[in-house]
């Protein structure tokens, strides 16, 4: 088939033409955006789950949802490749900065400018000038160098300030896990205040299957102030949705055990299944796509998951945590007890708590219960082990 023309999208946080399965969490966010506008509070909403389910491509579909219906929307990523949290905050300031300017038009009362100037206060005292937003600094507001302080200052003006409009403020947060602990604890604060006080902020985000655990640690009461949504391998009929919708836009079919074989193979991931459907498109001949086809797409796919994404950690790894996670392939997906581990290794525990937290902190691997460690990535111990026998 052509390739340019191929409607299949692997890759970080590409949007998918066919967003199979998660009208639940569209629908829930639908309502929450409702809610804002008729002034009934609501929970904002946490995503967790393994890397490759989705969860960036859903929170981009949030983004757009507020967007669209005229909210004052902040993005911002947990982690920064090079510059660590002062950097991550650095980007905050940017994103406030950019979101006000874009909100102080012609429209924008008495009130919003003088929360565009908290906003543009916060963002001095983070180090972040430059940045116009055609009003002046609120002095003493928001300005306070503790970043609780500031943050609850300027989410209370800013949002007190667009619900007057029957709007609000969204921040989304991707690989929220990786925030530091101050900044947590600071959002979670204003969080909890904001749903006390009616405030219309919403905090919408996403992160590993830690991310619930995280968060409570934090704050005991983070628990009360989202909704959780666990996100997964898709169930088999959107699987089936999102293998098939794509193809048949362009009148290609699937023979039912060439369907049958990639769904198989992508475990209802919806990372793999964009792989193999990218690989069996530019594979097959014709516009009905054989057994033989799928095999090879197959075979192809995987190694393109081999040399992007599984290598997109395993490479980050030192070599002594390369040993760790290969004594954890051991188990596959399941999770691996560190007793056991240590036992495999022939070490002490505690010798081994340096490596478990090195490789958490990378996002390779994460806890998910006291004792125990489970890869972040779906396959991960598979590819392992197909690299042990090269
Ligand atoms: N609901 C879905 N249906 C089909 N493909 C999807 C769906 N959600 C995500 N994808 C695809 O899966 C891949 C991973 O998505 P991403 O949002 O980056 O996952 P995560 O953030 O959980 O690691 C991308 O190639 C994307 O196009
Ligand atoms: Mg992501």
């Known amino acids: 088939m052509e390739s340019a023309l191929n409607p299949y999208s692997p890759g970080s ?94 429209t924008a009362g008495a009130k919003l400018k003088t929360a565009l100037g908290s906003l543009a206060s916060f963002s001095a005292k983070l180090g972040v000038t430059g940045i116009d937003i055609g009003v002046t600094l609120n002095h003493g507001r928001a300005d306070s160098g503790s970043i609780e302080v500031d943050l609850e200052e300027m989410i209370e003006d800013l949002s007190g300030a667009l619900a007057e409009n029957r709007s609000g403020l969204v921040f989304i947060i991707d690989e929220m896990q990786d925030l530091d602990d101050g900044l947590i604890a600071a959002l979670l604060s204003v969080q909890h205040l904001a749903s006390q006080r009616e405030w219309p902020f919403y905090i919408a985000g996403a992160g590993l299957p830690n991310l619930p655990g995280v968060l409570s640690e934090s704050r005991s009461y983070a628990e009360r102030l989202f909704t959780y949504r666990s996100i997964g391998a898709l169930p088999a009929n959107a699987a089936e949705s999102a293998l098939l919708v794509p193809a048949a836009k362009y009148g290609v079919s699937f023979k039912n055990e060439a369907k049958e074989l990639l769904l198989d193979a992508s475990g209802g991931y919806p990372y793999f299944i964009q792989e193999y459907g990218y690989a069996v498109w530019e594979t097959a001949p014709e516009k009905t796509i054989t057994i033989a086809d799928a095999k090879i797409a197959i075979e192809i796919g995987r190694q393109q998951l081999d040399q992007g994404f599984f290598p997109s950690r395993w490479d980050k790894a030192t070599k002594a945590e390369k040993t760790f996670l290969r004594h954890m392939a051991i188990d596959g997906e399941e999770g691996s007890s560190t007793a056991e581990l240590a036992h495999r290794a022939g070490k002490k525990q505690s010798s081994m708590t340096m490596t478990r937290s090195t490789l958490i902190s990378k996002g390779v691997i994460y806890a998910p219960a006291t004792g125990w460690v489970a890869f972040t990535l779906p396959g991960m111990a598979d590819y392992i082990t197909r690299l042990n026998q090269d």
């Open 13 to 106: 946080g590409r949007r998918p033409i066919e967003l199979a399965g998660r009208e639940p969490e569209i629908d829930t966010f639908d309502l929450l955006m409702a809610k804002i506008r008729q002034r009934r509070p609501d929970r904002g909403m946490i995503l967790h789950g393994l890397r490759g389910v989705g969860k960036t491509v859903l929170l981009n579909e949030f983004r757009r949802q507020a967007e669209r219906a005229d909210y004052m929307v902040i993005t911002l990523e947990g982690r920064d490749a090079e510059g660590g949290p002062a950097a991550v905050r650095a980007k905050l300031a940017r994103s406030l900065l950019q979101a006000g300017r874009k909100h102080n038009n012609k």
